[in-house]
Protein backbone atom coordinates (compact mmCIF):
# COMPACT_ATOMS: atom_id res chain seq x y z
CA UNK A 1 0.00 0.00 0.00
CA UNK A 2 2.82 2.38 0.84
CA UNK A 3 6.18 2.42 2.39
CA UNK A 4 7.59 4.00 5.47
CA UNK A 5 10.49 4.24 8.05
CA UNK A 6 9.74 2.08 10.93
CA UNK A 7 8.51 3.46 13.89
CA UNK A 8 7.19 7.21 11.57
CA UNK A 9 4.05 7.87 12.85
CA UNK A 10 1.84 11.19 12.93
CA UNK A 11 1.90 12.08 9.54
CA UNK A 12 1.66 15.56 8.30
CA UNK A 13 1.36 14.75 5.21
CA UNK A 14 -1.20 12.18 6.03
CA UNK A 15 -3.19 14.36 8.25
CA UNK A 16 -3.21 17.71 5.63
CA UNK A 17 -4.16 14.94 3.17
CA UNK A 18 -7.38 14.32 5.68
CA UNK A 19 -7.61 18.13 5.73
CA UNK A 20 -8.03 18.69 2.48
CA UNK A 21 -10.71 16.18 1.67
CA UNK A 22 -12.95 16.73 4.34
CA UNK A 23 -12.51 20.63 3.53
CA UNK A 24 -13.10 20.42 -0.29
CA UNK A 25 -15.70 18.24 -0.74
CA UNK A 26 -17.66 20.23 2.74
CA UNK A 27 -18.33 17.42 5.43
CA UNK A 28 -19.47 18.43 8.67
CA UNK A 29 -19.37 17.50 12.06
CA UNK A 30 -22.57 16.86 12.95
CA UNK A 31 -24.18 18.70 16.19
CA UNK A 32 -23.57 16.81 19.70
CA UNK A 33 -26.70 16.29 21.34
CA UNK A 34 -25.07 14.20 24.19
CA UNK A 35 -21.96 12.87 25.29
CA UNK A 36 -22.17 9.54 24.15
CA UNK A 37 -18.83 7.67 22.17
CA UNK A 38 -20.17 7.20 18.78
CA UNK A 39 -19.50 3.85 17.73
CA UNK A 40 -19.62 3.01 14.02
CA UNK A 41 -19.38 -0.39 12.81
CA UNK A 42 -18.69 -1.44 9.45
CA UNK A 43 -20.18 -4.25 7.85
CA UNK A 44 -19.12 -6.69 5.32
CA UNK A 45 -21.45 -7.51 2.34
CA UNK A 46 -19.26 -9.48 1.23
CA UNK A 47 -18.24 -13.15 1.14
CA UNK A 48 -15.50 -13.65 3.40
CA UNK A 49 -14.22 -11.52 6.45
CA UNK A 50 -17.85 -11.14 7.81
CA UNK A 51 -18.54 -11.48 11.54
CA UNK A 52 -20.73 -14.57 11.84
CA UNK A 53 -22.19 -12.90 15.35
CA UNK A 54 -22.53 -9.85 14.24
CA UNK A 55 -26.09 -9.14 15.35
CA UNK A 56 -25.52 -10.39 18.92
CA UNK A 57 -22.33 -7.90 19.19
CA UNK A 58 -24.20 -4.55 17.95
CA UNK A 59 -26.96 -5.38 20.23
CA UNK A 60 -24.37 -5.77 23.16
CA UNK A 61 -22.93 -2.46 22.25
CA UNK A 62 -25.98 -0.79 22.11
CA UNK A 63 -26.89 -1.48 25.93
CA UNK A 64 -23.87 0.06 26.73
CA UNK A 65 -25.28 3.41 28.01
CA UNK A 66 -22.36 5.49 26.60
CA UNK A 67 -21.72 4.51 23.62
CA UNK A 68 -24.31 5.63 20.09
CA UNK A 69 -24.23 2.80 17.89
CA UNK A 70 -24.89 2.52 14.46
CA UNK A 71 -24.19 -0.24 12.09
CA UNK A 72 -23.38 0.40 8.40
CA UNK A 73 -22.16 -1.50 4.48
CA UNK A 74 -20.48 1.06 2.34
CA UNK A 75 -21.69 -0.30 -1.16
CA UNK A 76 -22.80 1.19 -4.04
CA UNK A 77 -25.96 2.03 -2.39
CA UNK A 78 -24.41 4.80 0.22
CA UNK A 79 -23.15 7.41 -2.13
CA UNK A 80 -19.49 8.28 -1.10
CA UNK A 81 -19.85 11.64 0.52
CA UNK A 82 -22.77 10.26 2.72
CA UNK A 83 -19.70 7.34 3.35
CA UNK A 84 -17.23 10.05 4.40
CA UNK A 85 -20.07 11.98 6.54
CA UNK A 86 -20.29 9.26 8.45
CA UNK A 87 -17.12 8.28 8.92
CA UNK A 88 -15.80 11.78 9.90
CA UNK A 89 -18.64 11.67 12.57
CA UNK A 90 -17.25 8.45 14.20
CA UNK A 91 -15.18 8.48 17.15
CA UNK A 92 -14.76 4.53 17.21
CA UNK A 93 -14.40 2.73 13.97
CA UNK A 94 -14.52 -0.88 13.48
CA UNK A 95 -14.79 -3.03 10.67
CA UNK A 96 -12.66 -6.60 9.67
CA UNK A 97 -9.17 -6.55 7.53
CA UNK A 98 -10.36 -5.08 4.62
CA UNK A 99 -10.16 -2.18 1.93
CA UNK A 100 -12.93 -0.03 3.94
CA UNK A 101 -10.57 0.28 6.54
CA UNK A 102 -9.19 2.72 4.61
CA UNK A 103 -12.04 5.54 5.89
CA UNK A 104 -10.13 5.72 9.44
CA UNK A 105 -7.77 8.30 6.98
CA UNK A 106 -11.01 10.82 7.25
CA UNK A 107 -11.83 10.26 10.72
CA UNK A 108 -11.44 12.84 13.88
CA UNK A 109 -7.92 13.81 15.55
CA UNK A 110 -9.54 12.36 18.29
CA UNK A 111 -10.67 8.76 17.07
CA UNK A 112 -9.21 4.97 17.75
CA UNK A 113 -10.01 2.47 14.80
CA UNK A 114 -10.97 -1.04 16.01
CA UNK A 115 -9.46 -3.83 13.52
CA UNK A 116 -11.57 -6.46 14.84
CA UNK A 117 -9.22 -8.91 13.05
CA UNK A 118 -5.85 -8.48 11.00
CA UNK A 119 -6.69 -12.08 9.76
CA UNK A 120 -2.52 -12.62 9.91
CA UNK A 121 -1.52 -9.19 7.86
CA UNK A 122 -0.98 -7.13 10.78
CA UNK A 123 0.89 -4.23 9.99
CA UNK A 124 -0.95 -2.77 6.99
CA UNK A 125 -3.90 -0.71 9.19
CA UNK A 126 -1.94 -0.18 12.26
CA UNK A 127 0.64 1.67 10.21
CA UNK A 128 -1.98 3.46 8.17
CA UNK A 129 -3.42 3.95 11.56
CA UNK A 130 -0.11 5.01 13.05
CA UNK A 131 0.69 7.29 10.44
CA UNK A 132 -2.71 9.20 10.56
CA UNK A 133 -1.83 9.91 14.06
CA UNK A 134 -4.54 7.86 15.81
CA UNK A 135 -5.44 4.88 18.58
CA UNK A 136 -5.48 1.30 17.11
CA UNK A 137 -6.79 -2.07 18.57
CA UNK A 138 -7.07 -5.25 17.03
CA UNK A 139 -7.75 -8.72 18.85
CA UNK A 140 -5.61 -10.06 21.14
CA UNK A 141 -6.65 -13.67 22.00
CA UNK A 142 -7.12 -15.63 19.65
CA UNK A 143 -8.88 -18.37 21.82
CA UNK A 144 -11.57 -16.08 21.65
CA UNK A 145 -12.58 -16.55 18.54
CA UNK A 146 -13.94 -19.05 16.24
CA UNK A 147 -12.60 -19.68 12.25
CA UNK A 148 -15.31 -20.84 10.25
CA UNK A 149 -13.05 -23.02 8.39
CA UNK A 150 -9.75 -23.10 7.63
CA UNK A 151 -9.74 -20.22 4.51
CA UNK A 152 -9.93 -21.16 0.67
CA UNK A 153 -7.36 -18.80 -0.70
CA UNK A 154 -7.33 -18.46 -4.91
CA UNK A 155 -4.57 -20.80 -5.42
CA UNK A 156 -6.37 -23.26 -3.36
CA UNK A 157 -4.35 -23.20 -0.25
CA UNK A 158 -5.76 -22.26 3.12
CA UNK A 159 -5.62 -18.29 4.05
CA UNK A 160 -7.09 -16.16 6.91
CA UNK A 161 -8.47 -13.76 4.89
CA UNK A 162 -10.63 -16.18 3.23
CA UNK A 163 -13.09 -17.20 5.36
CA UNK A 164 -15.32 -16.03 7.84
CA UNK A 165 -15.39 -15.66 12.07
CA UNK A 166 -17.13 -15.38 15.33
CA UNK A 167 -15.88 -13.56 18.50
CA UNK A 168 -16.48 -14.07 22.41
CA UNK A 169 -18.68 -10.84 22.94
CA UNK A 170 -17.44 -9.92 26.23
CA UNK A 171 -13.88 -9.64 24.72
CA UNK A 172 -15.04 -7.42 21.59
CA UNK A 173 -16.69 -5.07 24.33
CA UNK A 174 -13.27 -5.52 26.14
CA UNK A 175 -11.63 -3.99 23.33
CA UNK A 176 -14.44 -1.30 22.16
CA UNK A 177 -14.07 0.20 25.90
CA UNK A 178 -10.34 0.67 25.19
CA UNK A 179 -11.08 2.62 22.42
CA UNK A 180 -13.87 4.64 24.01
CA UNK A 181 -11.41 5.17 27.34
CA UNK A 182 -8.69 6.44 24.47
CA UNK A 183 -11.36 9.09 22.90
CA UNK A 184 -13.13 10.06 26.44
CA UNK A 185 -9.42 11.54 26.85
CA UNK A 186 -7.93 13.28 23.77
CA UNK A 187 -8.41 16.86 24.43
CA UNK A 188 -9.94 17.42 21.34
CA UNK A 189 -12.77 15.82 22.53
CA UNK A 190 -13.36 17.46 25.05
CA UNK A 191 -13.14 20.82 23.87
CA UNK A 192 -15.92 19.46 21.12
CA UNK A 193 -18.01 18.76 23.84
CA UNK A 194 -17.47 21.71 25.48
CA UNK A 195 -18.42 23.66 22.73
CA UNK A 196 -21.74 22.21 22.22
CA UNK A 197 -22.22 22.69 26.13
CA UNK A 198 -21.93 19.38 27.26
CA UNK A 199 -19.65 17.81 29.64
CA UNK A 200 -18.58 14.23 30.21
CA UNK A 201 -21.13 12.25 32.80
CA UNK A 202 -20.27 8.17 30.82
CA UNK A 203 -16.30 8.41 32.04
CA UNK A 204 -15.81 4.87 33.29
CA UNK A 205 -17.89 2.85 30.92
Known amino acids: MFS ?7 SGLFHA ?23 TLLSRGTTYRSILNEKAIIDALSKVEGYEVQRVVYDRTVPFLKQLEITHNSDVFIGMHGAGLTHLLFLPDWA ?21 GLKYVTWEDKTKLVQQDEGHGPGGGSHAKFT ?42
Open 112 to 132: AVFEVYNCEDPNCYLDLTRLR
Open 4 to 10: QIYGCER
Open 17 to 39: FSRHVIHSLNIKLQPRTNDKVRV
Open 164 to 205: NYSFDVREFLRLVKKCADHVRKQKAFNDLLALSGLRQTHQEL
